[in-house]
């Protein structure tokens, strides 16, 4: 395995070999820090194992492992106890088990001080000053002197703990608004001691962290160092503050590698996990800038680089030494293997979408859109179990659950027929893909496309499915994918819905789409989903008309969205200059049909407030289950599952999974 990697041709400059504190690295390929939430109560769990060592074993040089719990106060969070000796078993039993691989691995170390992603206020915060946090408005206990040397005497413990248990190294998290960064930051350090003021007091916390840890261990024990590259706060870390930053670690020279990161705990916390509104490998200048800082030292790159032409060419220009995957090899632990051996097509590529870090925060075990088998010990190029009598079986659907079940199946053993009346696959999520910022969800059913081909799954294309056509191909089981459809909300006028003047955003969106210049007057879109794809179509609206007016019953927007997503879509609303009109619904006169009078009113009640040169109006909203064919199927004897929204309408991500799951269970 290690052999086909190093010898790879394809991405020369991506599998050339490394070096870090004297330690080999096969590839220029690491994984990035993130939370699994696969610990148990402190303890390495086989979930936890089977996750990094796949990602070992896909080829990655270099596993950066989520943060371990290096201070007491961790013990309440998901992460697995650094900060005494009772887990040291687990540790090194993780530790080998991606070393034997030829892969290093570093545990990550950090605390998110007075940082709360989640709904409520810590209560046991510390930061370097008594500033709130911004999202939560968490109040920390301001750390005294010694204060800070207690938790830099628990990271270095930790440290030598690690060091111990067979890790080659640590990443010191001083981004993302943790507590370093807070230290870090002008904005959020306003001491007047040793620790505060200047540059070289801000960085002093870091400085010591760093010495007792290499006192802790030694020389050649991996030391590297996430800082911000720019933390979009004013008064915080720009660029120019970042290059002087790193200049000074560099000077020192005791650490191996720098890795920029960007946004803070606050409203920029989105850019540190750009999605498709964000350009690909979108802080390339920000690397250009830091490598001209710090010529000498290494730099690693992250951040939404999805491709291995990406990671080669940043890699191939110099501006960087490493590249950083986090949600790329959470989609496909293979990544590194397929891009050695010309198979980039092969990869499960990463959507953007950011499920995978919501279900974290929620401290729920890591999941994925596009690769429903995350942290399963077989995950790594799996390949479904094969059956011994293959049966015959129709999926009535070609979106993502009915193409998932269907090669699924297919590989199994089974005969499988596919009908859609698309002439396309895809289904709902073709459409979503077909908007702005949103094209990476294509990669999901171009992926699931590919694999039904090799498969030899039937298609029975651009053709409304029946019960006669279906019982015509004498199936042994029938899948329902055929997704769900917007219901109408209650709140419309039953006078206005009767003369058809009006229709759902998805079925608008043909139209909406063929217009090729921006129309006078007001569009209206009453959003009662509060998913990506009502906000895709939000900006294409506002693209199509002169005005738009979103309105909502909830008190907020992209309410089902990750908190990093939903930042980006509250911004994109703000810079495209869109109304959004909270707790209410649309209001349309009595004599709407004569007037066109529209306006919308308080969910509380009140006068409507009205809305002028209204030309345009949908709604987005929860949607049914599409089972019609369900009661003709029953009664003609057939064995029927339904998957996907035909079940229950929900994400991309629960689609993906059904389809795996029902293929897997016939």
């Known amino acids: 395995m290690n052999n086909v990697l190093a010898d790879a041709p394809t991405y020369p400059d991506l599998f050339k070999r490394f070096e870090l504190a004297g330690r080999p690295l096969k590839n ?17 769990t086989d979930k936890l194992v089977n996750y990094y060592a796949n990602r070992a074993k896909g080829g990655a040089a270099m596993v950066v492992t989520e943060p371990v719990g290096a201070l007491p106060r961790h013990q309440s969070s998901a992460r697995v106890c650094a900060w005494n000796d009772s887990e040291l078993s687990g540790l090194a039993r993780l530790a080998e088990s991606v070393e034997v691989q030829n892969c290093r691995i570093l545990a990550q170390i950090q605390d998110p001080g007075r940082a709360r992603h989640v709904g409520g206020r810590l209560t046991d915060a510390i930061g370097a000053s008594p500033v709130a946090d911004d999202l939560s408005w968490s109040m920390p206990r301001e750390l005294s002197t010694s204060g800070i040397q207690e938790v830099i005497e628990s990271f270095a413990k930790a440290a030598a703990r690690l060091y111990r248990c067979g890790y080659s190294g640590i990443e010191i998290s001083a981004g993302h608004g943790h507590i370093w960064h807070q230290f870090l930051s002008p904005w959020s350090n306003l001491r007047e001691d040793q620790y505060g003021g200047s540059l070289a007091n801000r960085v002093r916390i870091l400085d010591e962290l760093v ?100 990671a080669d060419q940043l890699v191939a220009s110099g501006q960087i030494d490493l590249v950083a995957l986090g949600r790329a090899l959470i989609t496909d632990p293979a990544w590194p293997l397929k891009a050695a051996s010309g198979k980039a097509r092969d990869i499960r590529y990463c959507v953007a979408a950011n499920n995978c870090w919501n279900t974290i925060v929620h401290q729920k075990p890591i999941a994925c859109d596009n690769n429903p088998r995350v942290a399963e010990p077989d995950e790594l190029l799996w390949q479904p179990p094969v059956v011994t009598h293959g049966k015959s079986i129709v999926i009535v659907g070609a979106g993502v659950a009915g193409l998932e079940a269907a090669w699924i199946a297919a590989s199994r053993g089974h005969r499988v027929v596919v009908m859609g009346k698309s002439e396309e696959v895809g289904g709902s999520t073709r459409r979503h893909a077909e908007l702005a910022f949103s094209e990476s969800l294509s990669s999901i059913y171009d992926w699931q496309l590919n694999a039904c081909q090799q498969a030899s799954v039937q298609f029975e294309l651009g053709s409304q499915a029946t019960v006669a056509k279906i019982v015509a191909h004498k199936p042994d089981v029938v899948i329902l994918a055929t ?45 009662m989903d509060q998913t990506e794809g009502t906000y895709a179509a939000a900006f294409l609206l506002a693209e199509k008309f002169s005005k738009l007016i979103l309105i909502t019953p909830r008190e907020g927007v992209a309410q089902e969205t990750p908190l990093v997503t939903r930042q980006k879509i509250q911004r994109t609303l703000f810079e495209k200059n869109i109304e959004v009109r909270s707790l209410s619904e649309p209001w349309f006169s009595p004599t709407f049909s004569e007037d066109a009078g529209m306006g919308s009113i308080s969910v509380f009640g009140g006068d409507p407030s009205p809305i002028d040169n209204a030309v345009f109006f949908s709604w987005s909203s929860p949607r049914q289950p599409n089972t019609q064919l369900l009661p003709g199927l029953l009664a003609a004897g057939l064995v029927v599952h339904t998957i996907g929204d035909c079940k229950v309408a929900g994400p991309v991500m629960q689609a993906t999974a059904d389809g795996n799951a029902i293929a897997l269970k016939i």
Do not use: W
């Open 211 to 310: 010495d007792a840890i290499c006192s802790a261990t030694n020389s050649n024990f991996i030391i590297g160092m996430k800082l911000p590259g720019d933390d979009g706060v004013q008064g915080g870390i720009d660029i120019e503050e970042s290059c002087r930053i790193a200049a000074h670690f560099a000077q020192v020279g005791k650490i191996h590698y720098l890795c920029p990161t960007q946004g803070s705990h606050g409203p920029s916390l989105e850019m540190h996990m750009p999605n498709d509104q964000y350009p690909r490998v979108p802080y390339r200048s920000i690397f250009e800038r830091l490598r001209l800082a710090v010529p000498h030292l290494p730099l690693m790159a992250v951040a939404r680089i999805t491709d291995p032409s990406e």
């Open 28 to 44: 220029r390929i690491v994984h990035a820090a993130i939370l699994t939430a696969l610990a148990d109560k402190g303890r390495v």
């Open 483 to 527: 997704g769900a459809y917007m219901s109408v909300p209650r709140c419309l006028p039953q006078s206005v819905m009767s003369e058809g003047l009006f229709s759902n955003i998805r079925d608008s969106l043909q139209n909406l789409q063929a217009i090729k210049s921006k129309q006078a007057g007001c569009a209206v879109l009453f959003d």
